[in-house]
């Protein structure tokens, strides 16, 4: 719950820690039902003071009262690993649920344990909110009934027939509610919430990146009735930072919420003068939307600290879902705006009305949709045929096949195949107007051909399932795998040849790799002691067509202001004792070294810039010691010259590769040697 707290008995106190340790202690502390984390964000002092309290009975696991509950309450739920959930308010079983003693509270945030039976649990420290006495009327896509709360939110992780979105449960019929939809999706009507005695909403925080909206994802000014610059200097005072980042530009911050996949990035905070040359990004997982009185939340603010100047010179983005209305109605700025979305700067309007950015930011880019085609009953016209059908064609590229999809203006029948291999690469379409071909991108079942990272194949749309005529259309299809930031066209144009020949190229989406960090026992560490023996992997599937390679690592504290360069900007480690080379496994990247942490925090943030190649990446020759190691940090091999320079074809600046970067970052809890819960000072 956020700004919201249930009164109970705290065992522990502990003082000047991250979110992410508090609630560390509280599913590793099998005595810990619930915890209550408050924080005071002031931008002027080096370190945020926090207090996280851990209690072993708590009210928000009081049986049902007459009072049903605080309309304005909202929760939230984290995985802790297992079946053990950090959760908000309500007890393990039953329909046991209390708002009676729920208090207001000021940079707050309360969980609760819970128990959910599921093999589809979320490694995040929460997996739902929850607003009690609320729903959202008739957009469920099914109905079920269980035995009590935790068997309908298991119910919602384990669906596979649509995304789940969010749930609603009934204590009375225990009526259990599945919906693809949420507060934030795009259905034609704003989503608000309305109050129903007896029945919670939850939404689902396991969402990955890619599923948390139906269709593209959008940054936009925060709509609360204040100037932005004080939007952005309440959200500086106000809330609390689940991850901060050293980047480059807006464009990247953005980026960095779109991809994020430990949290649901609801909006980011840009300040590009955090540092000279260092600009500052903060994720958060809040918007207006989840304060329990929201957007009067923002007209009556928290004191302002002492020496505060009252603003600010960061930028505030909330991230929501795209549908038909945030596209231009005009056909030329819809154009405009389309091919904008291909870009990976992601710039942004300056005239504060909505601003689109492009889901997939990482590289290269993906090619989303094209502009409208108008629909022509002359033949002249590429898109159309003599029969007067129109045909828009997308395409997509992903790390397996090319995905081309049609849509017509008026039903078409016939079939759809590649050039060639008309019986095993082909499908039959019965009077639609949607339809989809997968291409493969191996193989001899659809025979597209490669070269240089470039997969080529020809698609027929033919009316008659036997006969090729004039009518039918072919069109050529490119899927490029580049390896640098640039804008992609996406267009169709005719040559001459009958029937008509229609060009297509894009892109392929890259595959998002990740950073995990494995302890000696081969398991995914999040809780370590100093000196332990770690591995360090970056990784993406190895089905993919790309390599990766690494530069410019660093390790942060958890306020970003202690920073330690371990991977310089070719590809080298700083300091081979404290942290090797890289090797390269697989697809993977890998280090061995042993854990360390910051004296002021407990918790150490690696933050790595990584790039793609096509095939697997050449290494850079590092000098360590009197040796020279291998490490994959660059594109081009490059040599170590007799004073212990790096040289070779890749000595020059890597500037203008800078934009074709993609920022990883990962997060574990670092323990003195002999350190354990019990003996940490409060």
Sequence with gaps: MTNRDYPGTIYYTIRNVSLYECLGWCRDESDCTAAAFSFVVNPLTPIQETTCLLQNETMAKQKPTNNLGNPNAIGSAGNSGGNNVVGSGGGVGGGSYSSSSLQKAVNMYFFTKMQLRSDNLCNRLWSFERFPNKMLRGLDNAIIYTSNREACLSACLNEVRFVCRSVEFNYLTLQCHLSEYDRRSPVGFPQELIHVQGIDYFENSCLRS???????????????GMPFNKVAHYVELNYYPDKELLVKSQGGCLRACTIENEFICR????RPSFKPGQPNCALYHLDHKTFPDGLDTFATPSPIPLLDSGDSSATYF???????????SNPQQQQQQTLSMTTASMSTSTNHKQTIMSTMATLPPTISTISNIPMIQEGNEPSCDSY????EVMLKCTDTKIVVNVQTSRPFHGRIYALGRSETCNLNVRNSQQFTLDISLGGQDCNTQSLGGMYTNTVVLQHHNVVLTKADKVYHVRCT???????????????????????????PEAPLPKITIFGSDGREATTVRIGDRLSFRIEIPESTPYGIFARSCVAMAKDSRSTFEIIDEHGCPVDNTIFPNFYQVGNALESSYEAFRFTESYGVIFQCNVKYCIGKCEPVICGVGRDNVESWGRRRRSIIDDGGDLVGDDQTSNKEDDDDEMTLSKEILVLDVNENLNNINS
């Design 481 to 507: 795998y580049e390896t640098t930031s640039r804008n992609v066209t996406f267009g169709m144009m005719p040559v001459s040849r009958d029937p008509d020949t229609l060009q297509i190229t894009s892109a």
């Design 388 to 391: 007067g059908v129109c045909y």
């Design 318 to 328: 909330e991230a929501g879902c795209a549908n038909d209305t945030t596209k231009s």
């Design 267 to 270: 909006s980011v905070l840009y």
């Design 210 to 224: 890619e599923e948390v909206c139906q269709d593209q994802r959008i940054y936009d000014y925060a709509k609360v």
